[in-house]
T-cell receptor
Framework: DARVTQTPRHKVTEMGQEVTMRCQPILGHNTVFWYRQTMMQGLELLAYFRNRAPLDDSGMPKDRFSAEMPDATLATLKIQPSEPRDSAVYFC??????????FGPGTRLLVL | AQSVAQPEDQVNVAEGNPLTVKCTYSVSGNPYLFWYVQYPNRGLQFLLKYITGDNLVKGSYGFEAEFNKSQTSFHLKKPSALVSDSALYFCAVRDNDQKVTFGTGTKLQVIP
């Protein structure tokens, strides 16, 4: 049963620290998305990649967030330095040629 | 720019009654429309999609959605609600670049 995996599932850190979240898309999927979900803002698209190339990162705060795909099996989202307002659940999703997105379980981030 | 509206923050329905969760959309060109469900502390799960063809789309767990081009709507329906259907439901629309815009979500509460 192929699924998207994300690590860590939970992260508590202090303001100013670097946070790295990892995502393993479903094997063979060529498009990877990063979302952030909060009660106030709902689900926000941060960035997405196709064939490892960034297509759109307009939803991402450029000064502190960065997203990369070092290879086809790994996507990373980094926050440096982290701030309390970054506290949220971060989801990774992947899709192949059928448009449907498959979501990972999320990383629940708390920045103190 | 494409957009999706879910006018109801919450829908309450008695178990066994039919349910409808509303969604309207705006997109240039042919719409690609989706419904996803999110259970507590989980990622979003795909329910169904409309790409082309029949206006009534059948999906997982007995859900279906009716595409209405003239009203630009894509309402989610189920003939008989279950308590286990209680969750957060998201409507989404996709553009030609595979970028997906999600609605704000509707919380469905099925009352025993």
């Amino acid at each position: 049963d192929a699924r998207v995996t994300q690590t860590p599932r939970h992260k508590v850190t202090e303001m100013g620290q670097e946070v790295t979240m990892r995502c393993q898309p479903i094997l063979g999927h060529n498009t990877v998305f990063w979302y952030r979900q909060t009660m106030m803002q709902g689900l926000e698209l941060l960035a997405y990649f196709r064939n490892r190339a960034p297509l759109d990162d307009s939803g991402m705060p450029k000064d502190r967030f960065s997203a990369e795909m070092p290879d086809a099996t790994l996507a990373t989202l980094k926050i440096q330095p982290s701030e309390p307002r970054d506290s949220a659940v971060y989801f990774c999703a992947s899709s192949g040629g059928q448009e449907t997105q498959y979501f990972g379980p999320g990383t629940r981030l708390l920045v103190l | 720019a494409q957009s999706v509206a879910q006018p109801e923050d919450q829908v309450n329905v008695a178990e066994g009654n039919p349910l409808t969760v509303k969604c309207t959309y705006s997109v240039s060109g042919n719409p690609y429309l989706f419904w996803y469900v999110q259970y507590p502390n989980r990622g979003l799960q795909f329910l169904l999609k409309y790409i082309t063809g029949d206006n009534l789309v059948k999906g997982s767990y007995g859900f279906e959605a009716e595409f209405n081009k003239s009203q630009t709507s894509f309402h989610l329906k189920k003939p008989s609600a279950l308590v286990s259907d209680s969750a957060l439901y998201f409507c989404a629309v996709r553009d030609n670049d595979q970028k997906v815009t999600f609605g704000t979500g509707t919380k469905l509460q099925v009352i025993p």
